[in-house]
């Protein structure tokens, strides 16, 4: 689903382009090839690069960022390897539990007990080509991105800074939606403490694509939502969290 002449949606749950189990995998063509953020379950690779052909016109991903290691977003990042040699960048505290799938550490075991996936979803191990750290600046397929830290929805939950087209661009992953909604969940590792000490780290940044990786998202005035939750945090309340009575999967 082409949303601009060098972003595309190329899997998701909520758009019907993939399987049910996969967040938003959005690609950015870059000049140095596609990039994919984040890479879905892998339970429907041939529809992702399926997308990628009918938005981009090639099946070649020159790399594949992850915003964290939930299986949702990672779990596709080795048979999307395998498919198509692409090189897969992680977050710094997600590299271990990608390269050895952990599948307790990334919370597969944890949400299979809940029925969230069926038991033929696996997680394989998945070499890591480089893995970035709070603050880093990199360039990848000639694309440059900073990367965010941002713990609450998971402690090793990143934001991918870039731009578009002259916007600043924030892939949010799981860490704040469209509404200023946060992304606190049932689940080991997801806590307000995260939230209260880096949530922060996204203001002032004039975001004007707030691209998540799930539900709606935004081509204009993202910062606004990220200030709406910022302003929600810093009340004596639990602010709005993702999954309160919308469908999520
Ligand atoms: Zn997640």
């Not at 995998?25 to 339970?43: C, F, H, K, Q």
């Not at 539990?97 to 919370?107: A, F, H, N, T, V």
Request: with cysteine.
């Amino acid at each position: 689903m082409r949303v601009r002449s060098r972003l595309a949606l190329v899997a998701s749950l909520q758009f019907g382009l993939s399987s049910r189990f996969d967040c938003h995998v959005w690609a950015l063509r870059a000049p140095g090839g596609a990039i994919l953020i984040d890479a879905g379950s892998g339970w429907a690779n041939d529809a992702v690069l399926e997308n990628l052909e009918q938005a981009f016109g090639t099946r070649h991903v020159a790399a594949v960022l992850l915003t964290h290691s939930h299986p949702d977003h990672a779990l596709g990042a080795a048979s999307l390897r395998e498919l198509t040699g692409c090189a897969v960048f992680s977050p710094a505290p997600a590299r271990r539990l990608i390269e050895e799938g952990d599948e307790e550490g990334c919370g597969l075991a944890y949400a299979r007990r809940l029925g969230v996936y069926p038991a033929e979803l696996r997680m394989k191990p998945c070499p890591v080509a480089h893995a970035f750290a709070h603050g880093e600046r990199f360039t990848v397929a000639g694309q440059a991105f900073q990367a965010i830290q941002v713990r609450g929805h998971s402690e090793d939950s990143f934001c991918l800074l870039t731009e578009l087209d002259g916007m600043g661009t924030l892939f949010s992953g799981d860490v704040v939606f469209y509404g200023g909604l946060l992304g606190l969940i049932n689940a080991p590792g997801s806590t307000m403490e995260g939230y209260r000490a880096d949530l922060a780290r996204l203001q002032g940044l004039n975001v004007e694509a707030l691209l998540p990786g799930h539900g709606l998202f935004t081509l204009r005035g993202g910062q606004r939502h990220i200030d709406c939750a910022l302003n929600e945090l810093s009340r004596n309340f639990l602010p709005r969290m993702i999954g309160q009575g919308d469908l999520i999967f």
